[in-house]
């Protein structure tokens, strides 16, 4: 699987992005997905996650209540709306899946950059 991320760039403080990630090749046996992200000098951190099968979601505590996970599997594609964006949202934000059915293979995207500011 291949994954492709758009959507990122620079919003003001409490302004909106939404984040999309295309996903190719073997899309079909995808099983999850998420968003990860990377604050300048931080280690990455898992910020949303999605069932592809039934879209079930979780959020980190962070971005809860502020940020929504969704995917359309029939266009392949995942995307993570961000409202009311803080400075430390900044970071490289990563698409990732969880594909191959039982062999849990990894694919992630190259990332995009969400840089908030004040």
């Known amino acids: 699987v291949q994954l492709v991320e758009s959507g990122g760039g620079l919003v003001q403080a409490g302004g909106s992005l939404r984040l999309s990630c295309v996903a190719s090749g073997t899309a079909f046996s995808i099983n999850n997905m998420a968003w990860y992200r990377q604050p300048p000098g931080k280690p990455r951190e898992l910020v949303a996650t999605i069932t592809y099968g039934d879209g079930i979601t979780k959020y980190a505590d962070s971005v809860k209540g502020r940020c929504t996970i969704s995917r359309d599997n029939f266009e392949n594609t995942m995307f993570l709306h961000m409202n009311s964006l803080k400075l430390e949202d900044t970071a490289v934000y990563y698409c990732?899946?969880?594909?191959?059915?039982?062999?849990?293979?990894?694919?992630w995207g190259q990332g995009t950059q969400v840089t908030v500011s004040s």
């Open positions: 990732y899946a969880d594909y191959g059915g039982g062999l849990h293979l990894d694919s």
